[in-house]
């Protein structure tokens, strides 16, 4: 049985997953809104607004895992928002992995987004904040969510906050990037091997 790598269909890499900004602006947060020019490259802002959170000011996943560096996003800036990416996939099928917190400084509740693969039914993830949450301590969960892409081409991956009250503590995601799902094909050299033999009877 044979595998190939879907990404050999189109380029699976996600840019900037872990939201480097074009000019680090300190141990801080900027707030950007929907048509703004935003110092996160690759990503759109398209509605609302978010907050870029350096690792100086909340623990990203990278340090979370003991690396220094990275950045976070917080869906819900001075309004609930969306983020998104433009992403050149072949097809086949992918895996979208990221890393899940929420805004440990407002109240302990639970943040709901959703996310957006092109072509793909919207899954929706939560987060529940407990008391242990803090600015050193974001308590990432790994999560991710399997598409298929049907048309080559450019793929939007979104993430829309879920925070209708219009609070400014909202779920924060990282670390995000796209893996290519190895395609069977089994069924396809099943079909070869059928045809070589009947070739070889109508020979004998």
Request: proline share 5%; charged share 10%; hydrophobic share 35%.
């Amino acid at each position: 049985m044979c595998a190939i790598s879907a990404a050999s269909f189109g380029n699976a890499q996600l840019q900037n997953g872990n939201f480097t900004p074009l000019n680090y602006f300190g141990s801080g947060f900027g707030t950007y809104s929907a048509g703004d020019s935003t110092d996160i490259p690759n990503w759109t802002v398209d509605s609302g607004s978010v907050d870029l959170v350096s690792s100086g000011y909340w623990q990203s996943p990278d340090f979370a895992m003991g690396t220094p560096g990275g950045w976070t996003v917080d869906l819900d800036g001075s309004a609930a928002g969306a983020i998104s990416q433009q992403v050149n996939l072949g097809v086949g099928t992918y895996t979208l992995n990221f890393d899940l917190s929420a805004n440990p400084e407002g109240p302990t509740d639970t943040k709901v987004f959703t996310l957006l693969p092109s072509g793909a039914v919207p899954d929706s993830f939560s987060y529940t904040l407990t008391g242990a949450n803090n600015d050193s301590n974001m308590l990432y969960a790994h999560e991710s969510a399997q598409f298929t892409v049907t048309t080559a081409g450019l793929q939007t991956i979104g993430f829309v906050s879920g925070d209708n009250a219009g609070s400014f503590y909202g779920p924060v995601i990282g670390d995000v990037s796209i893996t290519p799902e190895p395609i069977t094909m089994g069924l396809g050299i099943a079909g070869i091997g059928m045809f070589l033999r009947r070739r070889m009877k109508a020979r004998a």
